[in-house]
């Protein structure tokens, strides 16, 4: 199995099926379809760089709480992630450097407003080819 995300359809809202080897690629790549669904291409520099650290107590929580701090710093702090360093990540663990370039005003602007992060039918499974999951986001 490789790394990657599908963007769902799903009544007024959208979707992501992630799939990855293991806990640092699935964060990353839940990252890459948050940005996809945004429709903005990481920045070329990461002028400023943010760390952060999560805990919770299934991994659904912290999928969760990740895909929630980065709606947070595209939308309120106007951030591009330019590069995402996982340094730490498991099933109820995640410390992340972001690197990201601030949005210009009157720049691109995302394509869509990504309200929240829900847990309708949100399930983080770990199978014998990696771990999946399935996420909808409130647009």
């Known amino acids: ?4 995300f599908r963007i769902i359809p799903h009544t007024s809202e959208v979707g992501l099926e992630l799939s990855a080897w293991d806990w ?3 964060y990353r790549t839940a990252a890459d379809g948050l940005l996809a669904l945004y429709g903005l291409k990481p920045g070329r520099q990461g002028t400023s760089k943010v760390s952060r650290s999560f805990a919770a107590d299934t991994p659904e929580d912290l999928l969760v709480a990740w895909l929630t ?3 947070f710093l595209i939308g309120t702090e106007k951030l591009v992630p330019a590069r995402i360093d996982v340094l730490k990540a498991g099933a109820q663990t995640l410390r992340v450097e972001i690197f990201a370039d601030l ?6 602007a995302p394509q869509r407003e990504i309200k929240a992060v829900t847990y309708h039918g949100l399930k983080v499974a770990a199978t014998p080819e990696g771990l999946r999951a399935r996420i909808i986001l409130d647009v």
């Not at 949005?103 to 691109?108: N, V």
């Open 1 to 4: 199995m490789s790394a990657g």
């Open 24 to 26: 640092a690629s699935f």
């Open 69 to 71: 701090e980065l709606i």
């Open 103 to 108: 949005r210009a005003p009157g720049g691109p």
